[in-house]
């Protein structure tokens, strides 16, 4: 069984930083690609940013300039950096990640963390 942990969401005002992280635990044979998505309601999953196991990294225009994604391959762990939030990044933020499992890799979803900005 894999399970992916998140940390980090809370409340900040405009302009601030947060950092949040996602664990992966359980069998795992390998980690490919990792990252985050958010999702606000009534709205489709969006794609915030991913990181390869090689660590090459991909942004969504809103968050590119604002957000740095890393990983920790020996923690199992990727974090996302936030700064300059502003209002619209509020929503719930889900972390992803590309596992292998036995012979074959499947996606895991964490259970979201709730980031909200606002004064």
């Known amino acids: 069984q894999v399970q992916l942990v998140e940390s980090g969401g809370g409340l900040v005002q405009p302009g601030g930083s947060l950092r949040l992280s996602c664990t992966a635990s359980g069998t795992i044979a390998s980690i490919y690609t990792m990252g985050w998505y958010r999702q606000a309601p009534g709205k489709q999953r969006e794609l915030v940013a991913t990181?390869?196991?090689?660590?090459?990294?991909n942004y969504a225009d809103s968050v590119k300039g604002r957000s740095t994604i890393s990983r920790d391959n020996a923690k199992n762990t990727v974090y996302l950096q936030m700064n300059s939030l502003k209002a619209e990044d509020t929503t719930v933020y889900y972390c992803y990640a590309l596992i292998q499992v036995g012979l074959i890799p499947h996606p895991y979803w964490g259970q979201g963390t709730q980031v909200t900005v606002s004064s």
């Open positions: 990181i390869g196991s090689g660590g090459s990294t």
